[in-house]
């Protein structure tokens, strides 16, 4: 699926789309550009998930966790949002070591990772989320199951 978004706040309109279809589970690979719009999508994700804190990037510490409410037909208690901007050697092992590998399949979890591409271990039914820069307002949007 593409959408084509014309300002930040439908780059937040079509995450909180995705959000509020997401049951516990997911595991969304996140990919653009520096500036791309990863966080704001990301932020229009957890609104749709029912979060009202105000979700930042966790650029520079890596992982942070948000509690979801609970609604009826959804298993998912916790958001966990990745950003693998800063690390460049070995990935994998430090994913290993912030215990994404353990938790990012759980019925209790949903998982956002910035950056996701530079993962060699993936798991399987990712929904693939691209966010490419048309020109300083604009973005595609590609979903991929």
């Known amino acids: 699926m593409e959408i084509i978004t014309k300002n930040a706040q439908e780059t937040h309109d079509a995450g909180f789309t995705v959000g509020s279809s997401l049951k516990g589970s997911e595991v969304i690979f996140l990919k653009g550009e520096l500036g791309a719009g990863k966080t704001t ?3 229009g994700l957890s609104e749709g998930l029912g979060i009202e804190h ?3 990037s966790p650029t520079f510490i890596l992982m942070r966790s948000y509690s979801l409410p609970e609604k009826k037909d959804r298993t998912a208690k916790t958001l966990y949002h990745v950003d693998l901007y800063r690390l460049e050697h070995d990935v994998d092992r430090e994913a290993q070591n912030l215990g994404i590998f353990d938790l ?4 209790e ?4 990772i910035e950056w996701a591409d530079r993962l060699n271990t993936l798991p399987s039914g990712i929904l693939e989320v691209s966010l490419e820069v048309i020109d300083i307002d604009t973005r595609k949007i590609t979903i991929t199951p």
Do not use: E, L, N
């Open 109 to 112: 979890s949903v998982f956002v």
């Open 41 to 43: 999508f990301v932020q």
């Open 54 to 56: 105000t979700i930042t």
């Open 104 to 107: 990012w399949t759980k019925p």
